[in-house]
């Protein structure tokens, strides 16, 4: 009985195996020779008059190509396949032999691994599904965005606890209306501080403000605007105000009146005070985009009544400006050659009633070259000692002299070198003229997608001028000025080293570096170290002082878009010969967001939040812990 | 009778004669104590003589010593004395024996005393007006204490009530003169707070006494906000602010009512005045301290050279920069430092600010962004004068945040922004603040003002819809870049970038197109020729308010744009054994089996990669790759096709494969069996 089963059992296994292979197999065992871009293939042949046939497949495919095996002069069978055009790194191949009679035997199947060392590209194809369209929804009248935001403390042992809440809070209303050439805007926000800085901030604060109104090439504008000019005239000029332009293709209007500061608590709407604004005009026209011409006047009176400015000059601000000034396009806009003349009359003072004013003039004219991979720029600017703008608190007046820039962009490599020869001080009667050169050359590169490095390197040297008779040479001041950078990006994370040294000679070595990382561990953990180091020699002495510091800032996802507990924490170490400080923080908060359970209608949150601090100073230490709870919410 | 009265008014007038003879300077007149006053006589015998002054002191020596020459005496007491100058007896005498002059010397000495109304336990002051050893005078309270060997003023507290004489006695405390006598009343206790002086100014010390408490140690309270402190009744105090303050006392530990005293506490008048405000190295400088409390000052001169000195200074800076002087009173005892600035004109790496602006990259002290937005850096603006080295902190939330060290030139606007990654942190929702410190120049003094910055307790990132991340799309086939409305957003911009940085770094030199259509773009043939093509392009969405500051972003999409337009041809059909196969028009009619395709394809751009897929009636057949293909070049193959069907249908694919793969070439065969 066993026998029979035995007899059964081996029958069936004989015949599965021979059931693979339709054709009674050959037993040829076959020579592989690897070569250069070449898989050589051969059989020494039973049979004289045999046709064989070499079937071969390489990865990702179910069929076999089919080639006829040659026989060479030594008898042998053989096959020679190029592997430049083969995809992927194995191969399985048969030999299939077919005799006079017509009868087929098969060889059995054999693997060549790593026949090239050369990457194939995976072979995908996009996913061609359709997005969802977006439906048009019903549009409020206006739309309304709020936030609120409450703390309050459960417990405080800080020296200078404070204010016992927060509660801060911005509403912002707004209503955008494009409809052929038209175009409305009205968009104002407004915040609601506390605890807040009396002297500088008020309970509800205007933070924003725009109406405007366009049509075509003509845009009236009343609220935060930006007024840009030129530098001696207005440069960045953003302030609450009123602005109307027209800017056609031949012919240009820019008329504005703005307060000369910028408002930052509930200060009106944006109406100027009578001695704190700034009105200004221009006109100008374009010939094609060849030539622009631009004049303009502007007036205005100031007090330096800025909550974002310091300042120890002098109050009490007021002067006039005239200014003309072109642009030409040449050569297809690789030349352009530009100019500008100004005249001022301008005066400060500690009080109002001092004020005086004193005309004087500026210019500038320059070119810039831009072609293919190379950019040269230069400019000669000669500004007068008592010229000034009211529209411009960063002016740098009484200098003259030449700047220069080479630039060399190729793809993703740029090296630029500049030159810097200017005087300054040239009518200041306190100060002796200084004369200034500096050179400098720095280059940036990205590496691939991912990698970006860069350097820096300059040398400037300031004197007085020898003509003035007051200093001799050897007063020069030399600044030698190094850095370099590396910094890699990939999706959410991103590292950066910063190296540099600066080295006033005779005076101060400083030495700085800081590495910043940011990391991100999926949606479950946001990691942001920063670790920067200082240390600054003062030559004279040899004394030094160093500082450290560690600022972590962090996210960690308990239930993504429900729970997560941020962590920051940061220390300093202050070291010099005459003391040594040191202070640290950490803080640690639980945060429940509840946006998804309200189907993101209206997003509240609920936080519980501790921090920790404390300091050294010599000998002496502080320590506190706040503790506090806050709620958010926002739609 | 007329003889008697002759020889009366003789007699009366040889009597008078006699009398008369001791002559006085001052010779009328009020003599005071103390004072000189000269004696002489106008007859002499030249005999031994001696003057009695009459208060016990004697002048002794030949009588031509007193003769017509004023010998001087002192009187220590007042009171009226008879100076008596004897002559020894004399044979023949033509003088008198005896002469005798009546002196009345006056008392101009007294005491004063402060306050007039003493109580008990008061600290009496008694002072010695016209003393003649006014170092050196015995005092006798009247209360069984003596003080000897003290000056004119002195300060006295009595135990009891009562009434109670004072002696104080001059010429070295001699206790055998007269004193100059004072009777005081000295009421019973009284509880009392005494100050000195009585109206000071800031910073000047007072002393603050406890009267009359039955506790040497009493809780103080200041009324100046400076904590609750036990001392004794005898305090020290100095207010750092002007004004009006109640001080209030009580006995530490026992039940009593609270003893309040108003002072008013006058403004500080100390000043610094500089001889000029700006001046050169080597120039001399005056520095003056005005009303200034005590004889010496304590100058630092902000060049580490401290020194103590007088009120008027003069010194000499050996290097240029911005020094800040300053001079404490009392030489040093006062902690109230007062300062004034002097720039030293000269070139030193020591940089000047004169104008600097802080605010957040909307131009504004304020801003409000989702969590997690990349969308905000606070930026700071410097006006400098001179070139040297800058260095500072950011400060987040009271936390150094960041660290800067910065060359600056002269003539250049530095502007120093916080870093970009990572950035402020944006985690927790409510309000942060941000400030920054600087270290350095040392010399400025500077406070900037506090941003402020509101993170929204949601994040607010735009979905992009089409195309796809990772798209690869043939250069024909213009994308329609279209995403999702993202809350608060007015107005769109779309960024294209040939690598990932500018868009990651929001790198200002990146040109951002505004999107006309809202939640789409449609670029113009000039936006689409200007994309690089079969490289990887990287793309960008962000939301704007109507100031246009960025209030959302996508993420950074990536796409390909690949020209199409790969050309598979077929040179030669054939039999296994190499024997052409004539075909026409993409048809072959054929008995052999399998065939043997020989063909090439060509591409009109560079390739990493193609592909060519071969299909016989949609099953694969083979797969072949093409590396590093050039432009236009021809790369053959060759690939066997079974032909045992009826019909077949050849399809070669040219794939560009780019992850994910494109077709960008197809050819067709037909194949026949004969």
Same mark, same amino acid.
């Given at each position: 009985m066993?026998?029979?089963?035995?007899f059964?059992?081996?029958?069936?296994?004989?015949?599965?195996?021979l059931?693979?292979?339709?054709?009674?197999?050959?037993?040829?065992?076959?020579?592989?020779?690897?070569?250069?871009?070449?898989?050589?293939?051969?059989?020494?042949?039973?049979?004289?008059?045999?046709?064989f046939?070499?079937?071969?497949?390489t990865?990702?495919?179910?069929?076999?190509?089919?080639r006829?095996?040659?026989?060479?002069s030594?008898?042998?069978?053989?096959?020679q396949?190029?592997?430049?055009?083969?995809?992927?790194?194995?191969?399985?191949?048969?030999?299939v032999?077919?005799?006079?009679?017509?009868?087929?035997?098969?060889?059995?199947?054999?693997?060549?691994?790593?026949?090239?060392?050369? $990457?194939?590209?995976?072979?995908?194809?996009?996913?061609?599904?359709?997005?969802?369209?977006?439906?048009?929804?019903?549009?409020?009248?206006?739309?309304?965005?709020?936030?609120?935001?409450?703390?309050?403390?459960?417990?405080?042992?800080? $020296?200078?606890?404070?204010?016992?809440?927060?509660?801060?809070?911005?509403?912002?209303?707004?209503?955008?209306?494009?409809?052929?050439?038209?175009?409305?805007?009205?968009?104002?926000?407004?915040?609601?501080?506390?605890p807040?800085?009396?002297?500088?901030?008020?309970?509800?604060?205007?933070?924003?403000?725009?109406?405007?109104?366009?049509?075509?090439?003509?845009?009236?504008?009343?609220?935060?605007?930006?007024?840009?000019?030129?530098?001696?005239?207005?440069?960045?000029?953003?302030?609450?105000?009123?602005?109307?332009?027209?800017?056609?293709?031949?012919?240009?209007l820019?008329?504005?009146?703005?307060?000369?500061?910028?408002?930052?608590?509930?200060?009106?709407?944006?109406?100027?005070?009578?001695?704190a604004?700034?009105?200004?005009?221009?006109a100008?026209?374009?010939?094609?985009?060849?030539?622009?011409?631009?004049?303009?006047?502007?007036?205005?009176?100031?007090?330096?009544?800025?909550?974002?400015?310091?300042?120890?000059?002098?109050?009490?601000?007021?002067?006039?400006?005239?200014s003309?000034?072109?642009?030409?396009?040449?050569?297809?806009?690789?030349?352009q050659?530009?100019g500008?003349?100004?005249?001022?009359?301008?005066?400060?003072?500690?009080?109002?009633?001092?004020?005086?004013?004193?005309?004087?003039?500026?210019?500038?004219a320059?070119?810039?070259?831009?072609?293919g991979?190379?950019?040269?720029?230069?400019?000669?600017? $000669?500004?007068?000692?008592?010229?000034?703008?009211?529209?411009?608190?960063?002016?740098?007046?009484?200098?003259?002299?030449?700047?220069?820039?080479?630039?060399?962009?190729?793809?993703?490599?740029?090296?630029?070198?500049?030159?810097?020869?200017?005087?300054?001080?040239?009518?200041?009667?306190?100060?002796?003229?200084?004369?200034?050169?500096?050179?400098?050359?720095?280059?940036?590169?990205?590496?691939?997608?991912?990698?970006?490095?860069g350097?820096e390197?300059?040398?400037?040297?300031?004197?007085?001028?020898?003509?003035?008779?007051?200093q001799?040479?050897?007063?020069?001041?030399?600044?030698?000025?190094?850095? +370099?950078s590396?910094?890699?990006?990939?999706?959410?994370?991103?590292?950066?080293?910063?190296?540099?040294?600066?080295?006033?000679?005779?005076?101060?070595?400083?030495?700085?570096?800081?590495?910043?990382?940011?990391?991100?561990?999926?949606?479950?953990?946001?990691?942001?170290?920063?670790?920067?180091?200082?240390?600054?020699?003062?030559l004279?002495?040899?004394?030094t002082?160093?500082?450290?510091?560690f600022?972590?800032?962090?996210?960690?996802?308990?239930?993504?878009?429900?729970?997560?507990?941020?962590?920051? +924490?940061?220390?300093?170490?202050n070291?010099?010969?005459?003391?040594?400080?040191?202070?640290?923080?950490?803080?640690?908060?639980?945060?429940?967001?509840?946006?998804?359970?309200?189907?993101?209608?209206v997003?509240?949150?609920?936080?519980?939040?501790?921090?920790f601090?404390?300091?050294?100073?010599?000998?002496?230490?502080?320590?506190?812990?706040i503790?506090?709870?806050?709620?958010?919410?926002?739609? | 009778?007329?003889?008697?009265?002759?020889?009366?008014?003789?007699?009366?007038?040889?009597?008078?004669?006699?009398?008369?003879?001791?002559?006085?300077?001052?010779?009328?007149?009020?003599?005071?104590?103390?004072?000189?006053?000269?004696?002489?006589?106008?007859?002499?015998?030249?005999?031994?003589?001696?003057?009695?002054? *009459?208060?016990?002191?004697?002048?002794?020596?030949?009588?031509?010593?007193?003769?017509?020459?004023?010998?001087?005496?002192?009187?220590?007491?007042p009171?009226?004395?008879? %100076?008596?100058?004897?002559?020894?007896?004399?044979?023949?005498?033509?003088?008198?024996?005896?002469?005798?002059?009546?002196?009345?010397?006056?008392?101009?000495?007294s005491?004063?005393?402060?306050?007039?109304?003493?109580?008990?336990?008061?600290?009496?002051?008694?002072?010695?007006?016209?003393?003649?050893t006014?170092?050196?005078?015995?005092?006798?309270m009247?209360?069984?204490?003596?003080?000897?060997?003290?000056?004119?003023?002195?300060?006295h507290?009595?135990?009891?009530?009562?009434?109670?004489?004072?002696?104080?006695?001059?010429?070295?405390?001699?206790?055998?003169?007269?004193?100059?006598?004072?009777?005081?009343?000295?009421?019973?206790?009284?509880?009392?707070?005494?100050c000195?002086?009585?109206?000071?100014?800031?910073?000047?010390?007072?002393?603050?006494?406890?009267?009359?408490?039955?506790?040497?140690?009493?809780?103080?309270?200041?009324?100046?906000?400076?904590?609750?402190?036990?001392?004794?009744t005898?305090?020290s105090?100095?207010y750092?602010?002007?004004?009006?303050? =109640?001080?209030?006392?009580?006995?530490?530990?026992?039940?009593?009512?609270?003893?309040?005293?108003?002072?008013?506490?006058?403004?500080?008048?100390?000043s610094?005045?500089?001889?000029?405000?700006?001046?050169r190295?080597?120039?001399?400088?005056?520095?003056?301290?005005?009303?200034?409390?005590?004889?010496?000052?304590?100058?630092?001169? *902000?060049?580490?050279?401290?020194?103590s000195?007088?009120?008027?200074?003069?010194?000499?800076?050996?290097?240029? *920069?911005?020094?800040?002087?300053?001079?404490?009173?009392?030489?040093?005892?006062s902690?109230?430092?007062?300062?004034?600035?002097?720039?030293?004109?000269?070139?030193?790496?020591?940089?000047n600010?004169?104008?600097?602006?802080?605010?957040?990259?909307?131009?504004?002290?304020?801003?409000v962004?989702?969590?997690?937005?990349k969308?905000?850096?606070? =930026?700071?603006?410097?006006?400098?004068?001179?070139?040297?080295?800058?260095?500072?902190?950011?400060i987040v939330?009271?936390?150094?945040?960041?660290?800067?060290?910065?060359?600056?030139?002269?003539?250049?606007?530095?502007?120093i922004?916080?870093?970009?990654?990572?950035?402020?942190?944006?985690?927790?929702?409510?309000?942060?603040?941000?400030?920054?410190q600087?270290?350095? &120049?040392?010399?400025?003094?500077?406070?900037? &003002?506090?941003?402020?910055?509101?993170?929204?307790?949601?994040?607010?990132?735009?979905?992009?819809?089409t195309?796809?991340?990772?798209?690869? =799309?043939?250069?024909?086939?213009?994308?329609?870049?279209?995403?999702?409305?993202?809350?608060?957003?007015?107005?769109?911009?779309?960024a294209?970038?040939?690598?990932?940085?500018?868009?990651?770094?929001?790198?200002?030199?990146?040109?951002?197109?505004?999107?006309?259509?809202?939640?789409?773009? =449609? &670029?113009d043939?000039?936006?689409?020729?200007?994309?690089?093509?079969?490289?990887?392009?990287?793309?960008?969405?962000? *939301?704007?308010?109507?100031?246009?500051?960025?209030?959302?972003?996508?993420?950074?999409?990536? %796409?390909k744009?690949?020209?199409?337009?790969?050309?598979v041809?077929?040179q030669k059909?054939?039999?296994?054994?190499?024997?052409?196969?004539?075909f026409?028009?993409?048809?072959?009619?054929?008995?052999?089996?399998?065939?043997?395709?020989?063909?090439?394809?060509?591409?009109?751009a560079?390739?990493?990669?193609?592909?060519?897929?071969?299909?016989?009636?949609?099953?694969?057949?083979?797969?072949?790759?093409?590396?590093?293909?050039?432009?236009?070049?021809k790369?053959?193959f060759?690939?066997?096709?079974p032909?045992?069907?009826?019909?077949?249908?050849?399809?070669?694919?040219?794939?560009?494969?780019?992850?994910?793969?494109?077709?960008?070439?197809?050819l067709?065969?037909?194949?026949?069996?004969?």
């Amino acid at each position: 009985m066993i026998k029979k089963i035995s007899f059964v059992f081996s029958f069936c296994l004989f015949s599965i195996l021979l059931s693979g292979q339709k054709f009674p197999s050959a037993n040829y065992l076959p020579l592989v020779e690897k070569q250069n871009n070449h898989i050589n293939i051969s059989i020494k042949p039973l049979k004289a008059r045999a046709i064989f046939f070499l079937h071969y497949r390489t990865d990702g495919m179910k069929n076999f190509q089919i080639r006829k095996m040659h026989v060479n002069s030594s008898g042998v069978v053989c096959h020679q396949i190029s592997t430049e055009n083969l995809y992927g790194k194995n191969m399985e191949y048969f030999i299939v032999e077919k005799a006079e009679n017509g009868t087929e035997s098969i060889s059995l199947t054999h693997t060549i691994s790593s026949f090239t060392k050369k $990457e194939s590209p995976e072979i995908y194809f996009q996913d061609t599904a359709a997005p969802p369209v977006q439906s048009r929804k019903w549009e409020a009248p206006v739309n309304v965005n709020a936030s609120l935001s409450t703390s309050t403390k459960i417990s405080d042992n800080s $020296e200078y606890p404070g204010q016992n809440y927060t509660a801060n809070g911005n509403l912002r209303i707004f209503r955008n209306i494009s409809k052929n050439d038209y175009q409305f805007d009205f968009d104002t926000s407004f915040a609601h501080i506390d605890p807040r800085n009396q002297d500088t901030e008020s309970l509800i604060n205007l933070s924003s403000m725009m109406i405007r109104l366009k049509k075509g090439e003509m845009q009236l504008e009343v609220g935060d605007v930006s007024v840009n000019e030129t530098e001696f005239t207005t440069s960045y000029l953003n302030r609450r105000g009123l602005r109307f332009e027209l800017n056609g293709k031949t012919l240009y209007l820019n008329s504005f009146y703005t307060n000369s500061q910028q408002k930052t608590g509930f200060d009106g709407y944006g109406v100027p005070a009578a001695n704190a604004g700034i009105f200004g005009a221009t006109a100008g026209f374009n010939l094609k985009s060849i030539l622009k011409v631009r004049g303009m006047f502007m007036t205005g009176k100031d007090t330096l009544d800025s909550k974002t400015v310091y300042s120890n000059e002098n109050p009490f601000r007021a002067g006039d400006i005239f200014s003309l000034w072109g642009e030409m396009n040449m050569f297809k806009s690789r030349l352009q050659v530009s100019g500008e003349i100004s005249s001022s009359n301008y005066g400060s003072a500690q009080e109002n009633d001092e004020l005086q004013k004193e005309s004087d003039t500026a210019w500038k004219a320059g070119i810039k070259y831009n072609y293919g991979i190379l950019s040269f720029s230069t400019d000669y600017e $000669e500004i007068g000692g008592l010229f000034n703008s009211i529209a411009n608190l960063f002016l740098q007046n009484d200098r003259e002299g030449l700047n220069s820039n080479i630039g060399l962009n190729i793809k993703t490599f740029s090296w630029n070198i500049s030159y810097l020869d200017k005087k300054n001080y040239i009518q200041n009667p306190l100060q002796d003229m200084l004369h200034q050169k500096r050179v400098g050359t720095s280059f940036n590169w990205g590496l691939g997608s991912h990698f970006r490095i860069g350097g820096e390197a300059s040398r400037d040297n300031l004197d007085y001028d020898s003509s003035t008779g007051l200093q001799t040479s050897s007063s020069d001041m030399s600044t030698n000025n190094y850095t +370099a950078s590396i910094g890699y990006m990939a999706g959410s994370n991103g590292i950066n080293l910063n190296l540099g040294k600066t080295e006033s000679i005779n005076f101060t070595s400083n030495l700085n570096a800081a590495l910043a990382l940011n990391l991100r561990f999926g949606q479950f953990m946001t990691l942001n170290p920063t670790l920067s180091y200082q240390s600054n020699e003062n030559l004279a002495d040899g004394s030094t002082s160093t500082i450290y510091n560690f600022y972590l800032n962090s996210e960690i996802t308990f239930i993504p878009q429900y729970f997560t507990l941020t962590l920051s +924490a940061s220390y300093m170490n202050n070291e010099s010969e005459f003391n040594k400080s040191s202070n640290w923080t950490a803080g640690a908060n639980l945060n429940f967001f509840m946006a998804q359970i309200f189907n993101n209608k209206v997003r509240p949150s609920l936080s519980i939040k501790s921090q920790f601090q404390g300091a050294k100073y010599g000998n002496i230490e502080s320590n506190s812990a706040i503790f506090s709870l806050q709620a958010d919410i926002s739609f | 009778m007329k003889k008697i009265i002759f020889l009366v008014l003789v007699v009366i007038c040889a009597m008078l004669s006699l009398i008369a003879t001791i002559i006085t300077n001052p010779s009328s007149g009020t003599v005071y104590v103390g004072q000189n006053i000269g004696a002489q006589i106008n007859c002499i015998d030249y005999c031994p003589s001696t003057m009695f002054w *009459g208060d016990g002191t004697t002048t002794s020596g030949s009588d031509d010593f007193f003769y017509l020459t004023f010998r001087y005496h002192i009187y220590r007491n007042p009171g009226t004395f008879t %100076m008596h100058f004897r002559r020894s007896p004399f044979t023949t005498p033509s003088c008198l024996v005896d002469e005798y002059k009546s002196v009345t010397i006056l008392e101009n000495r007294s005491i004063t005393v402060s306050p007039a109304q003493p109580s008990v336990g008061l600290p009496i002051t008694f002072t010695a007006i016209n003393f003649k050893t006014p170092t050196d005078i015995t005092w006798d309270m009247g209360d069984g204490t003596t003080y000897t060997h003290r000056g004119t003023t002195i300060t006295h507290t009595y135990a009891t009530d009562g009434s109670y004489r004072i002696r104080a006695f001059d010429w070295n405390g001699d206790t055998k003169t007269t004193p100059v006598s004072l009777t005081l009343k000295v009421a019973p206790v009284l509880r009392v707070i005494t100050c000195s002086p009585e109206m000071p100014r800031v910073d000047q010390p007072v002393d603050i006494r406890a009267v009359g408490f039955k506790s040497d140690s009493i809780d103080w309270n200041f009324g100046d906000g400076s904590p609750l402190q036990t001392y004794s009744t005898l305090v020290s105090h100095r207010y750092q602010n002007p004004g009006t303050f =109640i001080i209030t006392a009580k006995e530490h530990g026992m039940e009593a009512a609270l003893e309040s005293k108003a002072i008013i506490v006058l403004p500080e008048n100390r000043s610094l005045v500089l001889s000029i405000p700006e001046l050169r190295m080597d120039e001399p400088l005056t520095v003056t301290a005005l009303n200034f409390r005590g004889q010496l000052i304590l100058w630092d001169f *902000g060049d580490g050279t401290v020194v103590s000195g007088p009120a008027t200074m003069t010194h000499i800076y050996k290097l240029p *920069g911005n020094y800040l002087i300053i001079a404490r009173d009392e030489n040093g005892a006062s902690e109230k430092k007062i300062q004034a600035s002097v720039k030293i004109l000269g070139i030193n790496d020591q940089v000047n600010l004169e104008i600097a602006e802080i605010t957040l990259d909307n131009g504004k002290y304020y801003k409000v962004v989702p969590k997690k937005s990349k969308n905000i850096r606070a =930026i700071l603006k410097m006006k400098m004068r001179g070139t040297g080295i800058v260095s500072g902190y950011w400060i987040v939330n009271n936390q150094p945040f960041e660290f800067f060290n910065e060359t600056v030139y002269q003539g250049q606007i530095k502007t120093i922004l916080t870093r970009e990654i990572p950035g402020l942190p944006v985690f927790d929702p409510g309000m942060h603040t941000i400030t920054v410190q600087l270290t350095r &120049p040392e010399s400025e003094t500077v406070v900037f &003002p506090t941003l402020r910055y509101f993170v929204l307790p949601y994040e607010n990132e735009i979905t992009t819809l089409t195309p796809r991340d990772g798209a690869i =799309i043939k250069e024909d086939e213009m994308a329609n870049f279209s995403w999702q409305n993202v809350l608060g957003g007015s107005y769109y911009q779309i960024a294209f970038a040939n690598s990932l940085f500018p868009l990651l770094r929001d790198d200002p030199s990146e040109k951002w197109l505004d999107c006309p259509g809202g939640l789409n773009f =449609i &670029p113009d043939a000039e936006t689409w020729s200007a994309i690089q093509r079969n490289k990887w392009t990287y793309w960008k969405v962000r *939301g704007l308010d109507s100031n246009k500051n960025v209030l959302a972003a996508s993420s950074v999409q990536e %796409m390909k744009i690949i020209i199409p337009g790969a050309a598979v041809g077929i040179q030669k059909i054939s039999d296994m054994d190499g024997n052409s196969i004539e075909f026409v028009n993409g048809i072959t009619v054929s008995r052999a089996d399998p065939l043997l395709l020989h063909g090439y394809l060509t591409y009109p751009a560079e390739a990493e990669y193609l592909i060519l897929q071969v299909y016989a009636n949609e099953n694969k057949i083979d797969q072949l790759l093409f590396r590093d293909v050039k432009k236009e070049e021809k790369r053959f193959f060759e690939t066997s096709v079974p032909n045992s069907e009826k019909e077949s249908r050849i399809l070669f694919q040219v794939l560009k494969s780019s992850s994910p793969s494109l077709i960008i070439g197809i050819l067709e065969l037909h194949l026949k069996k004969d």
